[in-house]
């Protein structure tokens, strides 16, 4: 078995075809082909379906395996690299759209004074499409809401957020509440994030809790496209504080909601297998922009720190 098989059974995954795998690693497709049939013959199985050009279930498990094995293989090179203080290599880097939106700034000027030959390369998304990327290896660190679900993964608390009613400063409930509760949330239709995410978790639990059964106006998978119907007038949203951006704050206002519980939101790696050390340094570098900010969105809370206004 060869890392240049491994290497071209990876690229089918994630590029669907023999022909765009030949080009992501620079070579022709006769020898992706001819790779992937030497890799077929010695595991004495069909690992891509040649009409579909889909992975069959032997290709996703060897695939599984191959992602740690080639970053293991690429982690060499990053790691003798940190014995002359010179850390290279790139970091994949998962991200909740509500956490990026303040922390990536304060890790790409970290990172570009402290390790400035690491590439990073950042995905947005919900904790449904990032977590199951970081345990497959397509991704080497991830910010994500608390909790990951993934028993191969490990993680540690980075900040707490407020969740709040997000609502239009015309609403009838704007203008005579400064805080609500459950029981007055269940008269009103809300755009509410979509079942069995963490956040939805979160909200379901507080509000079971008051023995209330919130009624959605829709559910959605996407925290950015429910404050965008907000804030076109569908009507209010349950959302992390730091959803409500300072210019939107002269039409639009945050209301506390009684009894509900902090968003926890951590950092999270694969719990099995060492890190190349890129990886290890953007881990301790994003812990340490997080804690060390001077100033963080309003309902966000970090020790030491103290929100922006």
Sequence with gaps: ???????????????????????????????????IARLEAELGTTLVDRASGNLTESGAIVVERARRVLAE?????SDVSELNADIRGYVSLGMIGT??????????????????????????????????????????????????????????????????????KTHELARTHRSVTFETL??????????????????????????IELRPLIELDGLRTIASMTFDGHGPSILPATMLSPHLRENFTAIPIDG????????????????????????????????????????VFVPSNTPLQ
Excluded: C
Excluded at 6 to 27: K, M
């Design 1 to 35: 078995m060869e890392i240049r098989q491994l290497e071209a059974l990876v690229g089918i995954a994630d590029h669907r075809t023999f022909s765009n795998a030949a080009d992501a690693l620079g070579t022709v497709q006769s020898n992706i082909s001819n790779r």
């Design 73 to 77: 293989v690429n982690a060499i090179a």
């Design 99 to 168: 956490a990026g939106r303040w922390i990536v700034p304060l890790l790409l000027q970290a990172q570009r004074v402290r390790f400035p030959h690491i590439s990073l390369r950042i995905t947005e998304g919900t904790n449904s499409v990032i977590e199951p990327q970081v345990v497959n290896g397509q991704i080497d660190l991830a910010v994500l809401a608390w909790p990951v679900l993934a028993p191969e993964l490990a993680e540690v608390d980075l900040f707490k957020e407020d969740l709040v009613l997000i609502i239009d």
């Design 186 to 211: 269940s008269h009103y239709e809300l755009l509410l994030p979509f079942p069995g995410t963490p956040i939805r978790r979160e909200i379901d639990e507080a509000a079971h809790a008051h023995g």
């Design 260 to 299: 509900i519980a902090q968003r926890r939101v951590s950092l999270v790696n694969r719990r099995f297998g060492f890190p190349a050390a890129p990886v290890r340094a953007i881990h301790a570098l994003l812990i340490d922009v997080v804690k060390s900010a001077v100033r963080t969105p309003e309902g």
